[in-house]
């Protein structure tokens, strides 16, 4: 334990447990964890117990209540030390006098650093940095506190450095003011020297940098807080001259029109800005007590040339919830408070050339109760009024930033088929976990758990996790382009599989029980593309190659005090990695070469 909360959980049902909390529960003498008993109480010294009872198992937590500030002068209820609490607690379940179960914790948690003084408004005077550096060290910014991950902070005790000295600032920001140049005699590298290189090269200390010149004249600055809009353009009139492909859409107010999509940590970013000509379809998780409105709907959107545009909007009832609801076990469903919200919301943008020319928006809505979790749906579309087929994208056959990767199986009679990534729920398990398809232009990660006994065959776990892994890869080929016709085999590539080495360790009497080489634990799928050609100034994006290989650990059954009777969690993960190449090979570069003397 290293924060000031730290939950476990009690499986089973609690009703007629009491818990509680015992401090000091190794001996000081001898050094031993003491018995369990039934004699602690919910909050002891500074710590306190609570329980929130459940389904099936019941939430432990154990929060640190006093103040973690390191000591000003004449100061109380605060940290003389760093490490300002070091205790093993003892956690226990118990039915009357019975001991049902405990748990041992060991606490280190070190004092807050940061900085609760009073800051100054005055200006400051920044010298002129064409003749001297800023600062020594620059990532020095809090007067009178250690400023985490800058080493060269004085403010920074070695207590302090211990905990960030392997993720230490580099270069100008981290201190190193004066870095060696690359025309310095005395530099040993030749990356970016010239062939003359050292005959010519200059001798000077390395307080004459020539890293002087590039920091700006110092001046007086005063604090402001910049707003959150973007200047367009200084001068009046129209605002834009057109959206390009990948610029963020505009409001009247010059702020971003958001909509909520996904981030590449998997979770969803409510404020998102929507770029142009950039399609998505995400899912979002909402809980009723959590529950936001979005961006209201009579937000007018920049056109691109000045003119603002009116969303239209339909408004649709949902009456079949069981797509998007999620109700846990053991609630009540009648007398239940309900709230009228948003199920899904359907942006579709008509565009021509560089403009937006309509935007219609269908809101779907429905009751979400207490206790009930949401899966809210956000898609949005971009439609060409220059297409003949009103359902066509765009004229452009390449794949956009969002798309789903078009995938066949040509093995089959059937060829339609997918590229997947995991999209876990509830605990993680993969036996309950959902699927996603791989979307053009954006890396992922994802994963799983599997539950796998001490006594698991190790021949058998390796068989397990690459069936679930090769589940995600139900196909044999992807397509080139968005378009690609299934019927046509050079609209599609190959999937160049690396596939996992197969080990063939038999059962001995020397073999370790719960201990597992070689197990192909993550997928590794890479895709090279490239910008082959344009259509209508948007760049038309191709796959060219997919390579699927995979990556094996040693698997090690863990486990607490006992291992009768328990799983242990093994984890599987699936990542997606785009590669973008140039279209056509570069022209290798060649050393001009003075011509010699000619004989006549």
């Known amino acids: 334990m290293s924060g000031l909360t730290v939950n476990s959980f009690f499986l089973g049902d609690s009703s007629g447990v009491s818990f509680s909390i015992i401090v000091d529960a190794i001996d000081k003498e001898t050094g031993n964890v003491q018995v369990p008993s039934c004699s602690g109480s919910e909050r002891v010294g500074d710590w306190d117990l ?185 001068s009046p009139g129209k605002l834009f001259t057109g959206y390009r492909s990948g610029d963020p859409i505009m409001t009247e107010d010059d702020e971003y029109f958001t909509i909520p999509q996904q981030s590449l940590a998997g979770l969803c970013v409510e404020n998102a800005p929507v770029a142009y000509l950039q399609e998505f379809d995400v899912k979002c998780l909402s809980e009723a007590a959590s529950y936001k409105e979005g961006l209201p709907h009579d937000v007018r959107i920049n056109s691109g040339t000045g003119d603002f545009i009116q969303q239209n909007v339909i408004y649709r009832t949902i009456t079949d919830t069981g797509k998007f609801i999620t109700r846990s076990e053991g609630l009540p469903t009648a007398g239940v408070p309900c709230q009228n919200v948003t199920f899904a919301e359907h942006y579709v943008f008509m565009w021509e050339d560089d403009n937006i020319k309509g935007v219609n928006v269908t809101v779907f809505l429905g009751n979400l109760c207490d206790g009930e979790t949401l899966t809210q749906r956000f898609t949005a579309e971009f439609v060409s009024l220059k297409s003949d087929n009103a359902a066509e994208v765009s004229d452009n056959p390449g794949y956009r930033v969002g798309n789903a990767v078009r995938a066949a199986n040509m093995n089959a009679s059937d060829t339609a088929g997918s590229l997947r ?30 539950e796998v006994d001490i006594n698991e065959n190790c021949s058998l776990l390796r068989g397990n996790v690459t069936e679930k892994l090769n589940s995600l890869i139900q196909a044999t080929h992807v397509g080139k382009r968005h378009n690609a016709n299934e019927s046509n085999l050079n609209d599609w590539v190959e999937i160049i599989r690396l596939d996992p080495s197969n080990p063939s360790i038999s059962a001995s009497p020397t073999d370790l029980t719960g201990i597992c080489p070689d197990v192909p634990a993550s997928l590794n799928i890479r895709i090279i593309f490239a910008a082959v050609g344009a259509v209508q100034g948007i760049p038309r994006e191709e796959i060219l190659a997919v390579q699927i290989s995979y990556s094996t650990v040693t698997w090690q059954f863990q486990c607490d005090l006992t291992c009768e009777n328990t799983a242990s969690l093994l984890p599987i993960t699936a990542a997606v990695q785009f590669i973008r190449v140039p279209a056509w090979p570069p022209v290798p570069m060649t050393r001009a070469r003075r011509p010699g003397p000619h004989t006549h």
């Open 50 to 234: 609570s329980v929130t009872p459940g389904v099936g198992a019941s939430k432990v937590t154990v929060t640190f209540t006093r103040s973690l500030q390191l000591c000003l002068p004449n100061a109380t209820d605060c940290c003389t030390t760093p490490l300002c609490v070091v205790e093993t607690l003892q956690v226990s379940a118990c039915s009357g006098s019975v001991m049902l179960a405990h748990l041992l914790i060991q606490a280190e948690i070190y004092a807050n650093s940061s900085f609760m003084g009073n800051v100054s408004e005055n200006a400051s005077v920044i010298p002129n940095q064409v003749f001297q550096p800023l600062g020594s060290c620059p990532c020095d910014l809090t007067d009178g506190a250690c400023d985490v991950r800058c080493c060269c902070d004085p403010e920074c005790t070695p207590d302090l450095k211990q905990l960030f000295n392997r993720s230490c600032f580099t270069g100008v920001f981290g201190g190193d003011v004066n870095p060696p140049f690359d025309q310095l005699c005395s530099t040993k590298t030749t990356e970016y020297t010239p062939d003359w290189f050292p005959l010519l090269c200059v001798q000077s200390s390395l307080s004459n940098t020539p890293f002087l010149g590039y920091f700006y004249d110092g001046s007086i600055s005063a604090p402001k807080v910049p707003p959150f809009r973007i200047p367009v353009q200084a």
């Open 421 to 450: 990534i995991w999209q876990p729920a509830d605990r993680g398990l993969c036996s309950s976990a959902a699927h996603t398809p791989v979307l053009f232009g954006v890396d992922s990660f994802s994963g799983c758990v599997l």
